[in-house]
C-alpha cells in the first residue's frame, strides 16, 4: 500500500536567497497594488450601470480590495521580518508531496517522524 507524505522544504538563508524572496514579496505588493486599482476602476463603472444595487456591489468589491490590502499588509510585515533573519538561519519555504510505501512490518514510528529537505541557493543540500 502506498500513502502520501508530506516533506517540509526548508532554505537556508543567504544573500542570495534574501534578494530572491525580497524581489518576490515586492512583486506580489505590485501585483495587488495593480488588483486593487483595477477592482476601483471596476467598482466605479459598475455604479453607473442601471438595474443594479450600487450599495450591494460597492459591499463586495470593497471585501475584494480589502482582503488584498491585508494581503499586501501581512507580505509587507514578513519582508520587515526578512531583513532580521540571519544568513545561515534555516526556514521553512514550504511543503511537497512523496508516496510511501506501507506494508506490514513497517515501522510506523519511522513514518511518522518529520522530514525535510534543505535547500542552499537552489540546490539541495541534505535530507533528513
Known sequence: ???????????????LSKQDIKERFQKKIEQLDKECQ????E??????????????????????ITKREEKHKQISYQLDQLELIPVGEEIIEGEVERLVNVEVGTNWNNMIQEQAI???????????
Do not use: H, S
Request: charged share 35%; net charge positive; no cysteine.
Open 1 to 15: 500500500m502506498q500513502i502520501i507524505r508530506k516533506i517540509l522544504v526548508k532554505q537556508v538563508v543567504t544573500e
Open 38 to 41: 483595477q477592482l476601483a476602476f
Open 43 to 64: 467598482r466605479k463603472k459598475m455604479e453607473y450601470k442601471a438595474g443594479i444595487n450600487k450599495y450591494k456591489v460597492n459591499e463586495r468589491f470593497q471585501q475584494e
Open 118 to 128: 534543505v535547500v542552499q541557493d537552489g540546490v539541495i543540500i541534505r535530507i533528513e
